[in-house]
């Protein structure tokens, strides 16, 4: 399988099975539609191009071919890879409760749709022994404090910090911390304490002023970006070079989000996510079917402006224009996507185990708690049989290998059956791929 496409005035070609990445010239890029047929390719283009030309660039797709980098065979998985795996990830939900109110909120302002209550420590020593039990022989592991809010519960996550480094050395496990935080709570002695222990730090704002306040709100209903925004600047100073992302959500309110990622970028801050919201139509911030063009057109803008900024030694990094073209993910990920409900779970305040921080609050999914651990083994189970071999949709995609199949959760609040990707994040993501594979190539150019 192939897929070529122009963007930004260059001819980029894929081969989606090996990964294999070719810069073409436009004679070459109109010949692969009509390939393996010569003779019409030749009487369909002669007036176009010079035949030797073209003879040329087909002598070449012949030689890529017979070399195996394109039109190469599927991937193929040995059995052994697909069945069930150790845990290498945790999603601690430290917090029920939320300090802000932020309209697109599919937390319920932090409860999940249940009770608001902080994580006790003892439930969170629980949650860190199970993650060990269920680790197999991994020896590293990743835990991400969650909430709602999680620094609302600092000093649980404080001494929960402190009893896994106990552990590690008991065990020789070795942990690595996250924290997500919108901010609202950093002091200078929370600051000092997450650039410490944190190997991740992700901020939450969504980026210009009546951008971010226009959706997220304090409990008063208050705009919060005058709250957060040096509070943020100064973690991401404190951070330096080390690992930390600002985060913002982008609705139908501002399909002009690219505006957003450069007022970020001017500010200063060095990497920079913002993603689409996902949210049903009845919900008036919503992006619809009918947005899907003005978005990829921004997308294609903004990776132009990236270019540029990148050029001018203005260097910022954008999370979805990040691509690894040589290594990237093993087989199996590439395959079975983002491991939820198999290496990846989340924990609530009371114990209870899901696939993922955003199946919490739906009963269907609950794998299990953290006393009698994962009974649930038939959803676990689905979890890891759908993979790209099991989804209609994406068996014939080209975008299948660098996506992994989509989130469940979309699926699932979308389709009502998490082999069924989400639609709008499906091509909103093979536009982000294209992007990030031509900023790959015109920087090899230069």
């Known amino acids: 399988m192939i897929h070529k496409y122009e963007l930004n ?29 010569k003779t019409k390719a030749c009487e369909n283009l002669k007036g176009k191009y010079d035949l030797a030309d073209l003879d040329e660039a087909w002598i070449e797709i012949e030689n890529l071919k017979n070399q195996g980098i394109l039109f190469s065979e599927d991937i193929a998985l040995e059995e052994d890879l697909m069945r069930d795996h150790d845990i290498k990830a945790m999603c601690l939900h430290v917090s029920h409760d939320c300090n802000m109110r932020c309209g697109y909120c599919f937390a319920s302002e932090g409860s999940f749709e249940g009770e608001k209550v902080l994580m006790d420590i003892e439930t969170g020593k629980e949650a860190i022994d199970f993650l060990i039990k269920n680790s197999g022989k991994r020896k590293h592991l990743e835990i991400d404090f969650f909430g709602g809010e999680p620094l609302m519960n600092f000093e649980v996550v404080k001494s929960l910090v402190e009893y896994a480094r106990e552990r590690e050395l008991e065990t020789e496990k070795v942990f690595r911390f996250t924290m997500t935080t919108n901010g609202l709570l950093l002091n200078e002695d929370i600051i000092e304490y997450l650039d410490e222990n944190m190997a991740n730090v992700v901020l939450s704002i969504d980026g210009r002023k009546e951008t971010n306040d226009n959706m997220r709100k304090t409990i008063n209903n208050e705009g919060t970006y005058k709250y957060i925004i040096d509070k943020i600047k100064r973690m991401s100073e404190k951070r330096g070079s080390k690992d930390h992302y600002i985060r913002g959500t982008f609705t139908k309110n501002n399909l002009d989000f690219s505006k957003d990622v450069l007022d970020l970028a001017n500010q200063g801050f060095p990497s920079i996510s913002v993603e689409p919201v996902v949210a049903t139509p009845d919900n008036d911030y919503a992006l619809t079917g009918e947005d899907i063009l003005d978005l990829e057109k921004e997308y294609e803008n903004l990776a132009v402006e990236y270019l540029n900024y990148n050029k001018q030694g203005d260097k910022f990094n954008f999370f979805h224009f990040n691509i690894d073209l040589h290594g990237g993910p093993c087989a199996y990920k590439r395959v079975s996507g983002c491991g939820a409900g198999t290496d990846y779970v989340a924990v609530t305040p009371t114990g209870e185990i899901y696939p993922c921080h955003q199946f919490v609050g739906k009963e269907d999914f609950i794998l299990g708690d953290l006393e009698k651990g994962i009974l649930n083994q038939n959803l676990r189970k689905d979890f890891e049989k759908v993979n790209l071999t099991d989804k209609k949709a994406c068996r014939d995609c080209w975008a299948k290998y660098y996506c992994g199949g989509g989130c469940f959760a979309n699926a699932y609040n979308f389709n009502n059956d998490i082999s069924v990707p989400y639609d709008i994040g499906c091509k909103l993501e093979k536009k982000r791929i294209e992007c990030a594979i031509m900023i790959q190539v015109a920087k090899q150019n230069r």
């Open 9 to 37: 005035g260059y001819y980029i070609l894929l081969d989606i099975n090996s990964g294999s990445v070719f810069e073409i010239d436009k004679a070459t890029y109109e010949l692969l539609d009509y390939y393996p047929d």
